[in-house]
């Protein structure tokens, strides 16, 4: 049962995942404003702040605020990257590194040498990352720059809000992460250059539905958070984690689908030639997850 639930989690992420690049490219929300309400929005968790709130030492708050701080660049870098590339595409491959960069602070830190497992993933894992971004036309080094730096990023902020909580409530925890994240980038906006990115919606087509679109996403990627957090204390993490790769499959396969059918919602390659070279990366990144987290 756990195991479908895990599933069922994932379809809903991939579905998430292809709001932000429908919202990104066909309504032309720029990564500058589409990060700004994204974030921003995260500051409505504060108002469970007065139910969760627990005096905490100020090395663990200044822990949580600076992984607050690179919550909110990576999740400008993450859309910049959304913005320039195909959601099947950038999705398996940010995420399918992230793994390789945890390792990389595990080795960092003095922890532990990477195991076997560990290194047969690590095998897997970054072909498969290269394979899934290969594109004989239009490659563009820096396109493929900004996904590695928002992996890295993904891999430094788990890696600082696992240590920032190591004691109290998560959810107490969240809460200055959360508030560090928006709050920044509201000081931003005190720089006009800044300000004019972030409200500029001249090219924005129907705005009205795509405000309500917008919301409606978040309402969804929120209380699939949510989901994913129960998860993770019912189930077994290594076996949430192994299963990321359904995640992928299920955008490939929505990213076929609304390709051929609804190209106005969604525009990808969908030559055999691309599909093969698709499911053979999937296949790497599923099975160096599955190694990783499982095994």
């Not at 998430?16 to 690049?21: A, I, P, Q």
């Not at 922890?111 to 036309?137: D, M, T, V």
Request: aromatic share 18%; proline share 3%; with cysteine.
């Amino acid at each position: 049962m756990v195991t479908f639930l895990i599933i069922a989690q994932y379809f809903v992420a991939a579905a998430v995942d292809v709001f932000d690049k429908f919202l990104i490219s066909k309504r032309k929300l720029e990564p500058y404003a589409y990060t700004f309400f994204t974030v921003g929005l995260g500051l409505l968790y504060l108002v469970i702040w007065p139910w969760v709130y627990r005096p905490l030492p100020w090395h663990l708050v200044s822990i949580n605020l600076v992984s607050g701080l690179v919550y909110a660049l990576t999740m400008f870098v993450f859309f910049k990257a959304l913005s320039q590339g195909e959601v099947s595409r950038v999705i398996p491959f940010v995420f399918g590194l992230v793994p390789v960069f945890d390792m990389f602070f595990v080795w960092l830190t003095g922890r532990n040498a990477l195991s076997l497992a560990e290194f047969a993933a690590f095998c897997l894992l970054l072909p498969g990352a290269l394979l899934i971004s290969y594109r004989k036309e239009n490659f563009s080094a820096k396109h493929i720059g900004t996904k590695i730096l928002a992996s890295f990023l993904f891999s430094l902020y788990y890696f600082i809000w696992q240590y920032g909580n190591q004691s109290g409530s998560l959810l107490n925890h969240l809460m200055w992460d959360r508030l560090a994240a928006g709050g920044i980038l509201f000081l931003l906006l005190f720089l006009p250059s800044f300000r004019r990115k972030v409200f500029a919606s001249g090219q924005v087509p129907k705005k009205t539905q795509t405000t309500w679109l917008f919301l409606l996403k978040q309402a969804i990627g929120g209380l699939n958070f949510i989901f994913f957090s129960w998860l993770l204390v019912v189930g077994k993490i290594p076996l949430v984690n192994g299963l990321q790769g359904f995640r992928y499959l299920f955008l490939f396969l929505a990213s076929l689908f609304l390709s051929r059918k609804y190209r106005h919602i969604l525009d990808e390659e969908t030559s055999r030639r691309t599909i093969g070279i698709k499911l053979t990366a999937l296949g790497m990144i599923f099975l160096g997850t599955l190694i990783l987290f499982v095994f």
